[in-house]
């Protein structure tokens, strides 16, 4: 694939998944869109999907392949584990996990809060209890 078609099917990945939008993922991904792509600023879909609770969207993306631990942005995102754990997205937790995340990942390269960090501070007693059921730790 040429360098300019993939940037074209990656940011209608991306814009897709931004609107919640599973029938546009599915079809970009279909076109050759890399599940794993970021946007300009380094957003990937899957930290878009997971942030925003989007569980079926979560299980589309990771079952075309995008990594489930790719930090997303620079500096005001993260990991998708730590998205979701944050706002107590349980079921996208839930795929995340079943999908190889780390649940013990710390964000911000390694830095930051980990996803029992932020599900803690919630606080989202669901996400910590399947968090800790899957082995994680406080980051901080």
Known sequence: MNR????????????????????RVRAALRAGAPAGTTD?????????ASVSGAADLVRVLLAAGAPPDTES???????????????????????????????NLREDHGTGWAPLDWASKGPHPETVELLVAAGARPGR
Request: net charge positive; with cysteine.
């Open 4 to 23: 300019r078609r993939h940037k074209k099917l990656s940011r209608r990945l991306v814009d897709a998944a931004l609107v919640g939008d599973i029938g």
């Open 40 to 48: 300009t600023a380094g957003t990937t879909p899957l930290y878009l």
């Open 73 to 103: 942005g620079t500096g005001s995102e993260g990991t998708p584990l730590c998205g979701a754990a944050c706002w107590g997205h349980t079921e996208a937790v839930r795929a995340l996990l079943a999908h190889g995340a780390d649940p």
